[in-house]
């Protein structure tokens, strides 16, 4: 069966430092990746997708970037974090459906 | 520009007692809309999705074209439906899968 795993599951990150979060996903090939960020009274919000190795596409002009090295693996980064980085971030996968199946998710806290 | 709504951030009713969270959607075209929940300390995941038109927990979501609306309802809460619920719409095949949320509601059952 299918897996998603994310981490870490929490995060406690200065401003200005650096943060790399990882998705991996078990038991499929070539899925489409999402990452999202879950904010405080402001819903989920898609940051990046990809439908395949090296493939990221951006929803939101911001300061994070995604990358993709390999088919299974989904990774969310930023040079420098700011305060306005904090939040719960969702990495998701669906398959040839349009089910989206979504990871335990990463708490940020920008300090 | 599509576009989910959930006017209600917060639902609170007592055991027994019908619900029905709003959704409202903005799409010119022929969405697919559904709905997704986490419940307290667990992943979010899938509750329902119009095209199955089936029930779930007890819950059913009719999509109205006309009132560009997919209402979640259930004649009778129980506490277990405390959660957060979330709207959701794709856009369908040859759009990689993308969701769009809605801003959530929160479902409180009190008992």
């Known amino acids: 069966s299918q897996t998603i795993h994310q981490w870490p599951a929490t995060l406690v990150q200065p401003v200005g430092s650096p943060l790399s979060l990882e998705c991996t996903v078990e038991g499929t090939s070539n899925p489409n990746l999402y990452w999202y960020r879950q904010a405080a009274g402001r819903g989920l919000q898609l940051l990046f997708y990809s439908v395949g190795i090296g493939q990221i596409s951006s929803e939101v002009p911001q300061n994070l970037s995604a990358s993709r090295p390999q088919d299974r693996q989904f990774i969310l980064s930023s040079k420098k974090l700011l305060l306005s980085d904090s939040g719960f971030y969702l990495c998701a996968w669906s398959g040839a459906g349009d089910t989206q199946y979504f990871g335990p998710g990463t708490r940020l806290t920008v300090l | 520009a599509q576009r989910v709504t959930q006017p209600e951030k917060l639902l609170s009713v007592f055991k027994g007692a019908p619900v029905e969270l709003k959704c409202n959607y903005s799409?010119?075209?022929?969405?697919?809309l559904f709905w997704y929940v986490q419940y307290s300390r667990q992943r979010l995941q899938l509750l329902l999705r119009h095209i199955s038109r089936e029930s779930i927990k007890g819950f059913t979501a009719d999509l109205n074209k006309g009132e560009t609306s997919f209402h979640l309802k259930k004649p009778f809460a129980q506490e277990e439906d405390s959660a957060m619920y979330y709207c959701a719409l794709t856009l369908g095949s040859g759009n990689t899968g993308k969701l769009i949320f809605g801003q959530g509601t929160t479902l409180q059952v009190k008992p």
């Open positions: 799409y010119s075209g022929s969405p697919e």
